[in-house]
């Protein structure tokens, strides 16, 4: 286990990017300067807890106070819920192949971004095309 110290770290997913700073405390969590249990949709907030539900006692050691900018509500949910378990892993080694076997977008930063939109057809989509007419 590392010396109680400010931990660092940064999750991202799709636009949505979250600077997390752990600093020793109770276990509060804020994310944009409002506690957890104020954020919605109820499911983003099960999301954000995940973490700190399989590190067990070890989270309530630390304060996180999370940023997150760009992306949408469950976008900005999953990047927090990212920095969260990679600062965990940097308090204690041993949660990383829990966190691996659970879900591996836990640790790791999901690369699918969505596809840019076709000239002449911008407004409809990347691939979307008139259907075809055989007869």
Do not use: W
């Not at 992306?71 to 600062?87: E, H, L, N, V």
């Not at 999901?110 to 057809?121: C, G, I, L, N």
């Amino acid at each position: 286990m590392v010396k109680k110290k400010v931990i660092q770290t940064i999750g991202k997913r799709k636009r949505a990017v979250a600077r997390m700073v752990a600093k020793p405390g109770t276990g509060k969590v804020t994310i944009n300067g409002k506690p957890l249990e104020q954020y919605t949709p109820f499911v983003a907030r099960l999301s954000i807890k995940e973490p700190m539900i399989l590190a067990g006692p070890k989270a309530n050691e630390f304060d996180f106070k999370v940023n997150v900018q760009g992306g949408g509500m469950f976008g900005q949910a999953s990047a927090a819920r990212q920095a969260i378990a990679k600062g965990l892993v940097q308090i204690d080694k041993s949660l990383k192949p829990k966190f691996d076997d659970y879900d591996g977008t836990l640790l790791v930063a999901d690369v699918r971004r969505t596809e840019p939109h076709k000239p002449s057809r911008s407004s409809c989509g990347p691939r979307k095309r008139k259907q075809l007419s055989k007869r």
